[in-house]
């Protein structure tokens, strides 16, 4: 059974750092596209961060620019979302998502493996 867990999430202030790691149980994910996605109450589910299967390309969503960073150990089946200088609209639940095959995308629907997602907060 396929499966990816979400880790790291927590309460940081404004101008803080947080790490999330995402780890993929059931099958390699090395020829997968891996993302990150988030949710604030109220709101639909966003694209945030993308990472080749080939760890040649990343892609943020324009807000995150500079601030995020994503990456992936294939030999931990692991992808990382670090998180600097947080802002309070960073506040959501963030989900890490993996494609079947290795196209990179920010569409929520071309994903087909989600995890149960991490709540982020950051106080102002």
């Known amino acids: 059974q396929v499966q990816l867990a979400e880790f790291g999430g927590g309460l940081v202030q404004a101008g803080g750092s947080l790490r999330l790691s995402c780890v993929a149980s059931?099958?390699?994910?090395?020829?997968?596209?891996m993302g990150w996605f988030r949710q604030a109450p109220g709101k639909e589910r966003e694209f945030v961060a993308g990472?080749?299967?080939?760890?040649?390309?990343?892609w943020y969503r324009d807000s995150v620019k500079g601030r995020f960073n994503i990456s992936r150990d294939n030999v931990k089946n692991t992808v990382y979302l670090q998180m600097n200088s947080l802002k309070p609209e960073d506040t959501a639940v963030y989900y890490c998502?993996?494609?079947?095959?290795?196209?990179?995308?920010?569409?929520?629907?071309?994903?087909?493996?989600w995890g149960q997602g991490t709540q982020v907060t950051v106080s102002s």
């Open positions: 998502a993996a494609t079947k095959g290795r196209s990179l995308s920010s569409i929520e629907r071309l994903y087909d493996y």
């Open positions: 990472h080749s299967w080939d760890g040649h390309f990343t």
């Open positions: 059931g099958r390699t994910f090395s020829d997968s596209a």
